[in-house]
Nanobody, 127 residues
Framework: QVQLVESGGGLVQAGGSLSLSCAAS????????MGWFRQAPGKEREFVVA????????NYADSVKGRFTISRDNAKNTVYLEMNSLKPEDTAFYYC????????????????????WGQGTQVTVSS
């Protein structure tokens, strides 16, 4: 099992930047695929970005491509999300998620393939 704790959310003006962090417990963090998802009020939780175990492979939702950057530091058991050029439509609760090896399918964009979730952190972008 792994426990995830997000931090770094807040209020920012459109065009601004925010950095999120997700700290994981346990000694097997480096074996987990990690993802960020977000959920706006009244909407489904949607995929934002995923990163492979080594960090060598990333996949972004089209809506954030070129503006958001995911990275991870396996020595610190932490995954990061750098968000630039933020838009009001980026306003949502952002969740960190972890998928252990062999779990689910290769659908990195599918929230059902991630059994472990953080409590989320609010990001609000004002216009």
């Amino acid at each position: 099992q792994v426990q995830l704790v997000e931090s770094g959310g807040g209020l920012v003006q459109a065009g601004g930047s925010l950095s999120l962090s997700c700290a994981a417990s346990g000694r097997t963090f480096s074996t987990y695929m990690m993802g960020w998802f977000r959920q706006a009020p009244g909407k489904e939780r949607e995929f934002v970005v995923a990163i492979s175990q080594s960090g060598g492979s990333t996949n972004y939702a089209d809506s954030v491509k070129g503006r958001f950057t995911i990275s991870r530091d396996n020595a610190k058991n932490t995954v990061y999300l750098e968000m630039n050029s933020l838009k009001p439509e980026d306003t949502a609760f952002y969740y960190c998620a972890a998928r252990p090896p062999g779990y689910g399918s290769s659908r990195y964009w599918d929230r059902r393939d991630y059994p472990y979730w953080g409590q989320g952190t609010q990001v609000t972008v004002s216009s």
